[in-house]
T-cell receptor, first 114, second 111 residues
Framework: DVKVTQSSRYLVKRTGEKVFLECVQDMDHENMFWYRQDPGLGLRLIYFSYDVKMKEKGDIPEGYSVSREKKERFSLILESASTNQTSMYLC?????????????FGPGTRLTVL | QKEVEQDPGPLSVPEGAIVSLNCTYSNSAFQYFMWYRQYSRKGPELLMYTYSSGNKEDGRFTAQVDKSSKYISLFIRDSQPSDSATYLCAMRDTGNTPLVFGKGTRLSVIA
């Protein structure tokens, strides 16, 4: 059974804290993605990675950075958390080169910044 | 104009009804079309995957793609309370590019 796991389901942090969200996939997928999901705004792509040590900006990268040191792990970093980063964060992974290239999502991390 | 438009609903139907969910898009390069289902407090999961135009059927679900109109649909027959979820359309072009998602339609099927 394919699996994408995220380090926390719920997280509460203070404004200004550095926050790490971890994502691990066990499917040997090349591509990994970080989204945030907000009511009325849908899924918005923050960053993605096509390979180890590679990263690409998505639609809303400001205030975030990422790290991909190993193929199975993709980390999202909030350098200095702010209240407008309170959201549901979803990680996903996808293979490349085969069809259908199903994108699998993790269960999400609900982050609250106080 | 956003690349993918999807009516957010909410949509409420009685059990057994036929449900029609739709998305329109503007990018003619899109070739792969998907529908994801997301239950409350869960991540989205793939429901249907279609390449280019045409229909695809899987049980009570039918996905349709009309590339000439830039319009995709998901039909749910004999809807059940367990179908209550948010449905997101997603699409991409032929490259290894990120999916572009609609905002999702929230569906409630009332017993």
């Amino acid at each position: 059974d394919v699996k994408v796991t995220q380090s926390s389901r719920y997280l509460v942090k203070r404004t200004g804290e550095k926050v790490f969200l971890e994502c691990v996939q066990d499917m040997d997928h090349e591509n990994m993605f970080w989204y945030r999901q907000d009511p009325g705004l849908g899924l918005r792509l923050i960053y993605f990675s096509y390979d180890v040590k590679m990263k690409e900006k998505g639609d809303i990268p400001e205030g975030y950075s990422v790290s991909r040191e190993k193929k199975e792990r993709f980390s999202l970093i909030l350098e200095s958390a702010s209240t407008n980063q309170t959201s549901m964060y979803l990680c996903a992974s996808r293979t490349s080169g085969s069809i259908p290239d199903t994108q699998y999502f993790g269960p999400g991390t609900r982050l609250t910044v106080l | 104009q956003k690349e993918v438009e999807q009516d957010p609903g909410p949509l409420s139907v009685p059990e057994g009804a036929i449900v029609s969910l739709n998305c329109t898009y503007s990018n003619s390069a899109f070739q792969y079309f998907m529908w994801y289902r997301q239950y409350s407090r869960k991540g989205p999961e793939l429901l249907m995957y279609t390449y280019s135009s045409g229909n695809k059927e899987d049980g009570r679900f039918t996905a349709q793609v009309d590339k000439s109109s830039k319009y995709i649909s998901l039909f749910i027959r004999d809807s059940q309370p367990s179908d209550s979820a948010t449905y997101l359309c997603a699409m991409r072009d032929t490259g290894n590019t990120p999916l572009v998602f609609g905002k999702g339609t929230r569906l409630s099927v009332i017993a």
